[in-house]
């Protein structure tokens, strides 16, 4: 069991009123599962996310990442956790633009410490991986926004995660773009065993996962 | 990783080149001045670096129970002292007389000379490059020359034992050669020459007496002296042997910590404000870079949330920032070293050279500054690299990706308290500027009581080599002059308006038994009519009475005044001390401005110093033409003064320029102030210039949007000037009573001075102001002016 969520709130308190981002959600996340949420607008879908990937914190449950107890972990130890095992891949792509494609990709290593030639032999096998050897000395500016986001997952991939966390992954991009990077996706799943979890607004989209997840104010509605 | 930051750093840098380039100019700048100014005072402190111990140093003041306090006492007291005081270890004068011309075979100079007692080593520890200190200068015919006077007399070689002789007379050995001295230093001399050989010289020991006090003197004492106790022991000589003991009260012993701040109160006032100064330049400098980068960063809070989520931590985050800022910091402080050394220092010389002597940066010895600057650079890094950054890490990574971050009312707060402070600032110098501006205004224009056109000032001193038959040149020079149509008058005397010596001594009516102080000098036939002071009563010195007129004085009107006198009639003045001589007072002059006006006309008294020639008193020959016949008069007289043989060459100076020369370290001051107004409101301005480009960039949309809602260009800019406008205007009300306070205080130092107005804040807030307007409207114009479909479109 990669997650396990019990009991899972998240609330603010505005005026007087709780209002509740997050009620009594329980989940549970094998290794190798492609999991796609989905709900309108507000429904909590990226909060679930965030929590997921421990960059947002809940204020209720028990949330359990390959065994260990999250909710009771220091701030320094959850971070740890996650630049170990998440990778994130978000709707804007969040690339640095003063950084080229090779170096946003390259980055993660830095702040893991990796030897130079080691780094270098990572982030060629991405960018192979990826064919985008070519457009390694570009700046995200340069890119369309379908080489940016794969810029963006290969930067997400570059130090091997467990977990690859998508919001909206294909928000921005044509529907071409987006198959692309949904293809993509199914294969990391099925030929690296990566477990996926991607927010989406689209059914087709969500159909390349194995499982679909609903959300409505803050409920799963169906699994 | 190194790498990587740096290449990230630059990248950065060069995006926001704007405000890079901003930072870059403002901080070289500010950096530049800060390290001349820590230069000079640096200069200051370290210049009596090679006297050790100075806690057991000391110097005598006489203090007179009217609250007179001078630096001077009688010579043979310091003897007597040594003689029954065994806790001093040491004590010398330092003594001026004359300046001997030391010559070696053909080779001749003139130096800086000073009279020292023999122990002068002990107290001084003075280091020799040549010699021994514990046997130098103890024979009466030893000299101790510096390295400059050693270097041209002897060369490269060690002159100890080498012969030197002074004034063609004497045969001097040299017995030391000192190193150079910094020439901020207290003591300055080139030339050290035993008190034994001064008192062979009749003329001073005539006056080296227990009446006269004219001499300096330094101790050095015991650990754990009882200063009052010895305190009481040179009073206790005093007043057994001083001929005068009337209003003295007690010699204090000062230490010599305190010499230089008490010997010459400008420079203190000097230092201290260089080092204000330096700390407000620092103080705007990093407000700058801080409000900036605090602005910049904002604008990069996703990026920082991506490196977060990433797997950035906090510390390599704030390292990046810190990097960035340190080469910024850096570069701008190797660009401001070669600005100090090659720019702000020779013109900091120009300004206080002549006055203070020219100082230089010597990598060899002055390395510790270096530390200094490395260390205020790496400060400024720090702080600017990682106060900003500290706050925003801090914020959660969800709301700081998804853009929510906006800047707080607290981080407003401070940013608007830092631009007030900086124009504060800006605000009371430019203040000083005007008020100092005007004060010397004031003082070069106000009336000065006597006529200086067309008057020319000649130094008689030219050591001649036959002083017999040079007199009698220049006697006959003179008679021309009196026939020289062009000339309306001259005079040979002592003092002129612009150098009297600071040579008083009590007077009293025979008849009333009224006392006075009086300011004295030689002066002689034709000097009122030269420098056109007005007679109010009685008459001129005449060297057709020369015979009488040796008992003859002339005071000025203050003198007369203090004297309680009505008119001159029969009135006479007696000297104390020596003789006790008694002089008819002849005439009474308007009280004219003899010396600058920073300090008050006192009353002065003037002795006949002989018939017009080169008598012994005569220093200055003075001569009025017809206005625009200086030249024509002047160089006749170079003519013939270049036949008579001397050491020293014929020249001369217009009145006019010698009375502007007073005031030549004060415009340097006032330059100095000029100059800091100017950069602390350039370098506010530019940082005000980088954070409205960055605010407008920020609102870029907002304004778009109330552009296509149908305001109006004016309206725009004034939406994103006001606030800024505001604060100029806090910090005028801020900065007025400071400066208002400042200057009142400064200018109680001068004994004439003009009262503060209330148009010079006006103009200075005005200044200020007009200055932010176009600062920032240039920017909100440039912002409002953009065609709002592209900016709502970039968003």
Same mark, same amino acid.
């Given at each position: ?223 | ?190 030339? @050290?020459?035993? =008190? #034994? +050989? /001064?008192?062979?010289?009749?003329? !001073?020991? %005539? ?120 080469? @910024?910091?850096? =570069? #701008? +402080? /190797?660009?401001?070293?070669?600005? !100090?050394? %090659? ?453």
């Amino acid at each position: 069991m990669l997650i396990e969520l019990k009991n899972i709130f998240k609330w603010v308190n505005s005026g007087g009123n709780r209002f509740f981002l997050l009620k009594d959600i329980n989940l549970k996340i094998e290794q190798g599962a492609f999991i796609s949420v989905m709900g309108p607008s507000g429904s909590g879908k990226s909060t679930l996310l965030n929590i997921l990937g421990m960059l947002d914190t809940f204020d209720e449950g028990d949330y359990y990442f390959n065994g260990q107890p999250v909710h009771q972990l220091k701030e320094k130890y959850r971070s740890r956790l996650y630049k170990e095992h998440i990778g994130f891949v978000f709707q804007a792509y969040h690339l640095i633009d003063e950084l080229t494609v090779y170096e946003n990709i390259e980055t993660p290593l830095l702040y893991k410490k990796v030897s130079s030639p080691e780094r270098k032999a990572l982030v060629s096998d991405m960018l192979d991986r990826f064919n985008i050897v070519g457009k390694k000395d570009l700046f995200p500016a340069q890119l369309s926004g379908g080489q940016q986001q794969l810029v963006g997952v290969a930067r997400a991939l570059i130090s091997k995660p467990k977990l690859l966390l998508a919001d909206e992954p294909t928000g921005n991009l044509n529907s071409k773009q987006g198959a692309e990077i949904m293809e993509l996706f199914k294969r990391l799943n099925q030929e690296d065993g990566v477990t996926v979890v991607q927010v989406t607004h689209s059914e087709k989209n969500a159909a390349y996962g194995s499982q679909i997840l609903e959300l409505l104010d803050g409920r799963i509605i169906s699994k | 990783m190194i790498k990587n930051y740096f290449k990230i750093a630059f990248r950065h840098l060069w995006k926001n080149r704007l405000s890079t380039a901003l930072n870059f100019v403002g901080l070289t700048v500010g950096l530049a001045s800060i390290m001349t100014l820590g230069f000079g005072v640096y200069a200051y402190h370290s210049a009596d670096a090679f006297i050790e111990n100075k806690e057991a140093l000391y110097t005598l003041k006489t203090v007179e129970t009217n609250g007179n306090v001078s630096d001077q006492t009688t010579y043979p007291l310091l003897g007597e002292i040594v003689h029954s005081a065994p806790e001093v270890i040491g004590a010398t004068h330092i003594q001026g007389w004359n300046w001997p011309w030391l010559k070696v075979k053909d080779i001749e100079t003139q130096k800086n000379t000073k009279y020292v007692d023999t122990s002068f080593f002990k107290v001084f520890t003075l280091p020799l490059k040549y010699g021994n200190s514990k046997t130098a200068l103890k024979n009466k015919y030893d000299i101790v020359i510096s390295e400059e006077v050693s270097r041209q007399l002897f060369g490269d070689i060690n002159p100890v034992g080498q012969t030197i002789q002074a004034d063609d007379s004497l045969n001097l050995t040299v017995q030391g050669v000192f190193k150079p001295i910094n020439p901020y230093s207290s003591v300055a001399f080139d030339v @050290l020459l035993p =008190t #034994a +050989l /001064l008192e062979l010289n009749p003329g !001073f020991k %005539q006056g080296a007496d227990w009446y006269n006090t004219f001499a300096t003197n330094y101790l050095r004492v015991k650990k754990d002296t009882d200063i009052e106790a010895l305190e009481h022991t040179v009073l206790d000589i005093a007043m057994r042997n001083y001929q005068n003991t009337e209003g003295l009260k007690k010699l204090r012993l000062d230490s010599f910590l305190n010499y230089r701040e008490g010997y010459n109160p400008t420079v203190g006032k000097i230092i201290k404000g260089s080092l204000a100064t330096i700390f407000f330049i620092l103080l705007i400098v990093v407000i700058n870079l801080l409000n900036l980068n605090t602005s910049i960063i904002y604008n990069r809070h996703k990026e920082l949330a991506v490196r977060k989520i990433i797997g950035s931590g906090k510390r390599s985050l704030i390292m990046q920032f810190c990097i960035e800022n340190g080469i @910024l910091v850096f =570069t #701008a +402080l /190797l660009l401001a070293g070669i600005l !100090f050394v %090659q720019v702000l220092l020779p013109a900091m010389n120009a300004i206080y050279g002549s006055r203070f002597g020219n100082i230089h940066f010597n990598l060899g010895s002055d390395y510790p500054l270096l530390f200094g600057y490395f260390l205020i650079g790496l400060l400024i890094t720090l702080t600017v690299g990682v106060l900003p950054t500290l706050k925003i890490i801090s914020f959660p990574v969800v709301t700081a990706i998804k853009g929510k971050i906006h800047n707080s009312k607290n981080s407003f707060f401070v940013r608007n308290a830092f631009i007030t402070v900086q124009f504060a600032l800006a605000i009371i110098f430019i203040c000083t500027a005007l008020i100092l501006n005007n004060q010397i205004h004031y003082m070069q224009n106000v009336p000065l009581g006597y006529d200086a056109q067309g008057v020319s000032i000649v130094k008689l001193n030219l050591d001649f080599k036959d002083r017999e038959a040079a007199n009698s040149r220049i006697q006959i020079l003179l008679e021309q002059l009196k026939n020289n149509p062009y000339v309306q008058g001259f005079a040979t005397t002592e003092v002129i308006p612009t150098a009297y010596h600071y040579n008083y001594n009590d007077f009293y009516d025979p008849v009333t038994k009224a006392e006075l102080n009086i300011r004295k000098g030689f002066t002689g036939t034709g000097y009122s009519k030269t420098f056109g002071i007005p007679l109010i009563q009685g008459r001129e010195f005449d060297e057709r009475r020369d015979a009488s007129e040796n008992n003859s004085v002339m005071i000025n009107k203050k003198a007369m005044e203090a004297l309680g006198w009505k008119d001159i009639k029969n009135k006479q003045l007696t000297e104390k001390g020596g003789a006790e001589e008694t002089y008819n007072v002849i005439g009474v002059m308007e009280d004219f401005h003899y010396q600058d006006m920073q300090k008050s006309v006192e009353p002065i008294l003037h002795y006949y110093g002989g018939k017009r020639g080169l008598g012994y008193n005569n220093r200055y020959l003075s001569i009025k033409t017809t206005p625009g016949k200086e030249t024509v008069v002047l160089n006749t007289l170079k003519k013939s003064f270049d036949q008579i043989p001397s050491r020293h060459a014929f020249d001369y100076e217009l009145l006019e320029s010698r009375i502007h020369g007073q005031y030549k370290l004060l415009e340097g001051i006032l330059g100095t102030v000029n100059y800091v107004a100017f950069l602390t409101i350039l370098i506010s301005s530019l940082g005000m210039f980088g954070l409205i480009s960055l605010m407008a960039r920020k609102r870029i949309k907002e304004i778009g949007i109330r552009k296509t809602l149908g305001a109006g260009v004016g309206k725009i800019a004034y939406l994103l000037s006001k606030d800024f406008i505001k604060l100029v205007l806090l910090a005028c009300l801020i900065a007025f009573p400071i400066a208002w306070y400042v200057m009142d205080k400064w200018l109680q130092d001068f004994a004439y001075r003009i009262a503060i107005k209330w148009w010079m804040f006006l103009l200075a807030g005005v200044i200020a102001l007009c200055i932010t307007a176009v600062t920032v409207g240039f920017q909100s114009v440039k912002a409002a002016l953009a065609n709002p479909v592209k900016s709502l479109r970039t968003e």
